[in-house]
């Protein structure tokens, strides 16, 4: 089972319309599929038309209810969701009272292997215990830049914190996003970024329209527009992360 956490430290970057189309695509291409909605705002759950039940986190990180449990079908073959629901906000703090604080989610996962080939977290915008879940669970993480100064930063500031909590192992994979090829920054930094990082992947993101729609028709972009440029971008993205992770 392949544990993919898509994660920026920074919010509206398109982290979760990546994880929402990566993980349809996954799951048309016959895999297992699960995405887990970690951010309390909860848009990857409104984009797969999931009503969640309320307050599931608190049991769930108790060991009260497992995963299968809360798990719920989408409307497309093969992929599964555990929705988020607002109390995931206290996160943090049903962790701080677990044993081993930083190792629940990959606890709570591991009854998963058989089910899955494939899980998607989508993660909130933050560095907090959540995060430090993701990073020590997961087999890789996708990084959406956007190319600007702040955005890159904070890809800096990532491994600045993973370099200083020795969490090592983790595949990075950044990648560009919401590019907009006539800001001649955005041109400057796809330029120049690569030459210092030899990890990040091909593919690019483009800023899109059909993108946002993704909130009018809630679906993911292959299902409603699949001959779109936003489409071929997101295919291409996944054909990287699966060559990266063989």
């Known amino acids: 089972m392949h544990i993919i956490g898509v994660y920026n430290i920074k919010g509206g970057v398109g982290k979760t319309a990546t994880a929402v189309n990566l993980s349809y695509l996954a799951a048309r ?75 629940q989610l990959l606890k709570l996962l591991r009854p998963l292997s058989r089910a899955y080939d494939y899980v998607f977290l989508d993660c909130p915008p933050s560095i907090s215990l959540v995060s430090e879940n993701i990073f020590r669970a997961a087999e890789g993480l996708l990084l959406p830049l956007i190319p600007t100064t702040l955005s890159l930063r904070t890809y800096q500031q990532l491994l600045d914190f993973l ?22 920054m955005h041109l400057d930094i796809m330029q120049n970024f690569p030459d210092a990082h030899g990890e990040l992947l091909k593919a690019q993101i483009p800023y899109a329209s059909d993108v946002e729609k993704m909130g009018i028709h809630r679906m993911p972009v292959q299902a409603f527009s699949p001959n779109c440029f936003a489409a071929s971008a997101y295919q291409a993205l996944w054909m990287d992360v699966q060559d990266r992770l063989g």
């Open 163 to 184: 370099q200083g909590h020795r969490i090592t192992g983790l595949e990075l994979m950044p990648f560009f996003s919401m590019v907009d090829r006539r800001k001649r």
């Open 29 to 103: 291409q016959g895999y297992r599929t699960l995405i887990w909605d970690l951010d309390p705002q909860a848009a990857a759950t409104f984009y797969f038309r999931i009503q969640p039940k309320v307050k599931k986190s608190k049991k769930l990180l108790a060991g009260k209810i497992d995963l299968d449990d809360v798990v719920k079908a989408t409307d497309f073959d093969n992929l599964d969701m555990l929705p988020a629901d607002f109390s995931y906000r206290n996160m943090d703090l049903r962790l701080e009272d677990a044993k081993k604080p930083t190792k």
